[in-house]
């Protein structure tokens, strides 16, 4: 049980964050956190974003109902993070069963930016009307229109935008959204870049080392640093920079500038906004900042926060328990059919498509030649065995026999599989309807053989069912069992 107060000015500024995203909520200020966050994606970025929040959500209320003690989720913006790459594609399925890659190219420089500075162009506009256009038209598809619409017109950032999407999709929740540059969340967190920059390569060490006893019990050290690396990031320009220490200063590579200790502690106190912190000390600093119980993580997270347990130590903050985000499957009623009909469990997606088609096409196809080869193939098998047994008892001065029967079986067996493939595909119409079910289903379920959940973004879905899409999930996923919830629309 976690209860210690929050940052100072943390409550009041907080609550303004979330009257600014039109989503007033009622706290203390002294509530247990359940924490949560991710990156901003275009479009909240793939499925398992929502799952997180969904997740927390769900946590924060068993939490509250079994302990008594009143607890909020809350989902971290990773406004800082400055790697555009990883955010700017959205996937979208089709009416049509295609996925639909969407991606923002902006005119602008935006290399080193992070999130909270990404300028908003009207391009992004046109995305909009690509992803309406493509989705399953539905009575609500022209309310999530002009939500995407709206909540771009009124965002002066990518991270904003975003934030103020997940304020729509969860304002009947409990859903806190904290995105770190807030002012007072910067100076809460100056004693924590302090001690980074005091001791500066400490962080590092105690990563690498847990890293490297983690590896000696067979496991993969997620986060590997260089020995030069600090634990935080400084701005210059506006642009997020790697900051190094050698030689008694630190260097930021990017820009060829070195600073003193003192350099660097005099600007932290005087202008602490230009200070963050990598993926290990954020979770230190968002411990400071709020008293979290558990920290809701995808599969990768729960792995390098395996590696954090020193980390927390040396900053002399508690590690809150990591626990893993729900994992989740959208499926239909036409989509159960189909898998029922050609004989799939929803792993088998995973497949070569060749496989899966041969797979699909014998579990459909009634076919008086292939239902003869399926009838007298185990025959032929078993007398070959016999033949390759009886040649191996008798065959005492000749011993290549029995050799070259088994290579001869084993042609066979290429000669009865192209046989058997070119009955399967006899019918060249049936043989492509069929494909066609199979790329939706694919398309569906295992986009590029991924995880669903992993790919599409929550509008592939939203524009379909509209604002009942986030309540569903909440009623539907099960967050205390760690096996896919499958969800049917």
Known sequence: RVTYPWAEGLPAALHQFQIDLAIPR???GTETIIATGQQPGLFTGPLYTIYKAVTAIRLASL???RTNTPCRPLFWIGADDHDFGEVR???????????????YHPEANVTGLPMHRIPLEASLHKLIGRAAEAAPASEFAPEIDALLHSTLDRSSSWA???????????????????SPQIPEARRAAIPIIENAIRDPLACTRLLNETGRALETLGYTAQIVKGDTECAFFLECDGRRRKVLFDRDAFHLPEEDIRFSQNDLLEILHETPARFSPNVALRCVIQQALFPVAAYVAGPGEVAYWAQLKPVFAQFGQP?????????ARITTTKINKLMHRFGFAPDDLFAPPDTLEDRALKNTLRNPALEALAQHRPDINAAFDRLIQRLEQVSKKDRQAPDMARA???QLQNGLDRIERSLLHADKEQTEALRKQLRRLCNTLAPQR??????YSAFSFLFDQGWEFIPRLLDNIDIESFKINEVEL
């Open 26 to 28: 009622t706290f203390s």
């Open 89 to 103: 594609t959205a996937h979208v399925l089709s009416r049509n069963g295609d996925d639909l890659p969407l991606q």
């Open 319 to 327: 590690m809150p328990v990591v626990y893993p985000r729900a994992q």
């Open 160 to 178: 904003e935008w975003f934030a103020r999407i997940m304020a729509e999709l969860f304002r009947d929740t409990p859903l806190l959204l904290f």
């Open 450 to 455: 991924r995880p669903q959940e992993r790919h």
């Open 408 to 410: 001869l079986s084993g």
């Open 63 to 65: 939490v509250t109902e």
